[in-house]
Each structure stands twice: as structure tokens, then as C-alpha cells.
């Protein structure tokens, strides 16, 4: 069985730039999770989709991050424009649903510089 | 106060020896979870518990909902525990520990 993809692997960027990563969750999941992992922390929720529907995004900055899943399969999240406070490890991470074990992603390192 | 916390924050045993790792929570909660997060590596998730006791392998996983407190066991441990260890908790609206960083020294 395919795990949850991510991409791209390492990202590096200036502040102030773009930057957005994809989420291809593992097939027939319909919960998908957003998590922003800071060095020597836990994850921290950013959003949570039940199929194409965001069900929880009370922690996501919403003045510069920005996620879709349009067709209820994978995921994009976006930041524009990018902090240094935003160098982190983004997580993404799929379930049957919401009460069902977590598979997660190899996570996307973002460093901004 | 955090809504999940761990300890010990970090843990170094020797090889063989029989590990603990606590969690308390102090919100509601439908289910457990415990996650495994090595150097540089994805996470993998252990368990997912809502009552009692799981195990797997040398993993245990236990639960008391009333003392909302979860511990996880290694029975004789090995280098390759070596990692960070996540108790996260919550339905909708997971919260996470900030992880136990366990060292398992030949």
C-alpha cells in the first residue's frame, strides 16, 4: 500500500517569497491533516479536511497560509509571504477518518532564510 | 499549562533495560495516540487507544481515562528506539506533546 506522499522533500526560500507543498494522501483516506513541526516541538495542527471540507483551521495563520483540497484526494498549503518564523518541518498526515490511526507524511523542511 | 505533557523530556538507557514514557492531558478526549518520530525521519504511528491496554511486540500502551495519564513501555529496549516519542491526543482538534527523546546506548 502507497504511503502519504509529499513534496517537495526540502524547500529553501528568502523571506517574503512563496512557497507551497503537496499532499497526496493515502487512497480512500478522507481525513487529511496540515501540522507544522518547529525544531525541539511537537506537530501543531494547521488544518483538518474531512473529504473536501475543512473541518478545523483555528490555528492556521490565516494572513499569509492558505490550503485547498479541492477535489477531496490531495492537498496543497500554501504561504505567501514566508517569515523566518516559518522555517519548520510541514507535516501532512491522512485517516480513514477521524477516529482512525494516523499515517503520515515524510514532512517537507522548510527553511527560510 | 500545555494541554498534553510529557516526561521526562529526554531519556537515555542502556540496552535491555525496560522504559516508560508518561503523558498527561488535561482535555476531553476520544482517542490516544502515540507516535514515533526518528532523526530526520517521518512519524509513525504506535497505537491509537481509547481505553485499557495495547500492545505490540515490546511496545505497551496503556490508558487510565479518569487520571487522564497514558504511559507507554518498552520492554527490553534497543538502539534502534532510539527516537522521539509523541503522545497526541484528541478527535477534531489533535493536541500534541512535545515528545520524549529517547536514547538507547549499546
Known amino acids: 500500500e502507497a504511503g502519504v506522499a509529499q513534496s517537495p522533500r526540502y524547500k529553501i526560500i528568502e523571506k517574503r517569497q512563496s512557497v507551497a507543498f503537496w499532499c497526496n494522501p493515502i487512497s480512500g483516506h478522507a481525513t487529511l491533516y496540515w501540522y507544522q513541526q518547529i525544531l525541539g516541538q511537537g506537530p501543531k495542527l494547521l488544518i483538518q479536511f474531512q473529504n473536501n471540507g475543512v473541518v478545523d483551521d483555528s490555528q492556521l495563520p490565516k494572513d499569509r497560509f492558505s490550503a485547498e483540497r479541492l477535489k477531496g484526494v490531495d492537498s496543497t498549503l500554501k504561504i505567501q509571504p514566508a517569515k523566518l518564523e516559518d522555517s519548520a518541518v510541514y507535516l501532512c498526515?491522512?485517516?480513514?477518518?477521524?477516529?482512525?490511526?494516523?499515517?503520515f507524511g515524510s514532512g517537507t523542511q522548510l527553511s527560510v532564510l | 499549562k500545555n494541554e498534553v505533557e510529557q516526561s521526562p523530556q529526554n531519556l537515555t538507557a542502556q540496552e535491555g533495560e525496560f522504559i516508560t514514557i508518561n503523558c498527561s492531558y488535561s482535555?476531553?478526549?476520544?482517542?490516544l495516540h502515540w507516535l514515533q518520530q526518528h532523526p530526520g525521519g517521518g512519524i509513525v504511528s504506535l497505537f491509537m487507544l481509547s481505553s485499557g491496554k495495547k500492545k505490540h511486540g515490546r511496545l505497551i500502551a496503556t490508558i487510565n481515562i479518569q487520571e487522564k495519564h497514558s504511559s507507554l513501555h518498552i520492554t527490553a529496549s534497543h538502539p534502534r528506539d532510539s527516537a522521539v516519542y509523541i503522545c497526541?491526543?484528541?478527535?477534531?482538534?489533535?493536541?500534541f506533546g512535545a515528545g520524549t527523546r529517547l536514547t538507547v546506548k549499546p
Open positions: 498526515a491522512s485517516s480513514f477518518g477521524t477516529l482512525e490511526k494516523l499515517f
Open positions: 497526541a491526543v484528541g478527535a477534531n482538534d489533535m493536541r
Open positions: 482535555v476531553g478526549i476520544s482517542a
